[in-house]
């Protein structure tokens, strides 16, 4: 029984170590690491003794038990120590269970063909070939999360329910097969339709798994074209309009200067000045990404319509910018820059600075403002109702592993700076 157990604790606590590798690469959340041994220790002894209290007490025919509880308990140490959604939770266990599954179906193969030997025949006694056994499943596990393109697959599909039920229905088929196999000893007849009704099961759940994410991304790459469209459709407005009115202005100072009221042309042009300040620092055009030149010069509008000084500056030319999704990141500059708007006209500080500076490696974009108190980075002080703007852009920001963000608060001169510094080339 002790040596059941030590065998199945390792194992466990090595599907624990794959389960965990598989969410901090496909889903980045935030693990402490505290978080971290949390979840080991728990998802390590729970399984590891649970596992072996079944499979040492209750006879072969209820051994289905064991995976069902396992899997219950699995998936809620994941979803409450890792700290991610249960679909999420699911679809990181299901995928190395699919692999220790697929290990599971070559042991036959290996054992009783290759080496003659029977894994069922008191294998729970016979510790060295449970070991062994053990071995084997895990090595293909690993071959399988870690060379073959299907966890990636998953991992990047963003509609995860449909994804995670094929996944469970996948695990439970394989499960059974893998019971009734258990129950009635090696047999070839019953392991050849098992292993080929599993084999055809997983095949069209990959097949569907990727073809059900090269439709999410051809409506992702839709939805970013329409984003496009739509900020240009923006800028392009926005140049009529204000070629429509420099056109009326310099009609009006004309009419003016042509009586000699010159006085009255120059309080116009004083009283005309604002209209004329987001189109007419230069910098701004060296963004040539229409998102960013969409969302940022729309801003910069509404602070000078607000009467707040924008100073804008661009170092480089801000063109496409690989890897990061252009509406998202606008949402989040958008988020950043509206709050800063925001700021500055309750504190009657009526100054914003904007800075991007591209290179060949980074993006960075920083934006600065004066408060009148010390800013609460950890909590929105908008109140319950309001405020939920941050929480966006910190999620969006958490999906992505190549853009950096900071924040600096300068007690001296009161300044609040938000700096975003994207590294362009990294997947």
Request: with cysteine; glycine share 4%.
């Amino acid at each position: 029984m002790f040596g059941l157990t030590v065998v199945n604790t390792i194992f466990v606590f090595v599907t624990a170590y794959m389960i965990y590798l598989f969410v901090k690469k496909n889903y980045n959340p935030v693990i402490t690491a505290r978080q971290k041994k949390l979840f080991f220790v728990i998802f390590g002894l729970l399984n590891g003794i649970i596992s072996s209290l079944i499979m040492y007490l209750m006879p072969t025919e209820m051994q289905f038990l064991r995976t069902l509880i396992t899997t219950i308990i699995s998936i809620a140490v994941i979803k409450i120590t890792l700290k991610i959604t249960l679909l999420k939770s699911i679809i990181s266990f299901s995928v190395i269970m699919l692999g220790t599954g697929i290990g599971s179906f070559f042991i036959p193969l290996i054992f009783d063909l290759v080496l003659k030997i029977n894994p069922n025949d008191s294998f729970t006694e016979n510790i060295p070939l449970y070991l062994l056994i053990n071995i084997t499943i895990y090595t293909i596990t690993f071959l399988f999360v870690n060379f073959t393109p299907f966890p990636k697959l998953v991992g990047q599909i963003k509609n995860i329910r449909p994804v995670a039920i094929l996944l469970a229905a996948t695990i439970g088929l394989m499960g059974s097969n893998f019971y009734f196999y258990c129950l009635y000893q090696f047999n070839l007849s019953i392991f050849t339709f098992s292993i080929i009704s599993s084999i055809i099961y997983l095949s069209v759940s990959i097949f569907y798994t990727m073809q059900y994410q090269k439709s999410e991304r051809i409506l992702e790459e839709q939805k970013q074209q329409a984003f496009y469209n739509q900020s240009l459709s923006i800028a392009l407005q926005d140049f009529q309009r204000f070629k429509h009115d420099q056109v009326n202005h310099l009609s009006v100072v004309y009419s003016m200067l042509e009586k000699n009221n010159v006085k009255d042309a120059l309080s116009y042009l004083k009283e005309t000045e604002s209209t004329t300040k987001s189109f007419s620092n230069s910098a701004l055009f060296n963004i040539t990404n229409a998102g960013l030149f969409g969302i940022i010069s729309s801003k910069i509008d509404k602070a000078n319509q607000s009467g707040i000084d924008f100073n804008i500056k661009v170092i480089g030319q801000v063109g496409s910018i690989p890897n990061v999704k252009i509406s998202e990141l606008c949402e989040v500059v958008g988020i950043y820059l509206d709050n800063a708007i925001e700021e500055v006209i309750q504190n009657g500080k009526l100054k914003i600075s904007m800075t991007l500076v591209s290179s060949e490696e980074n993006l960075v974009i920083k934006i600065c403002n004066e408060c009148s108190k010390i800013p609460n980075l950890n909590k929105s002080s908008k109140g319950t109702s309001r405020g939920h703007g941050l929480m966006i852009a910190n999620r969006i920001l958490n999906s992505y592993k190549n853009i950096l963000h900071s924040n600096i608060f300068d007690k001296t001169t009161m300044e609040f700076t938000q700096t975003l510094t994207i590294k362009t080339g990294v997947k």
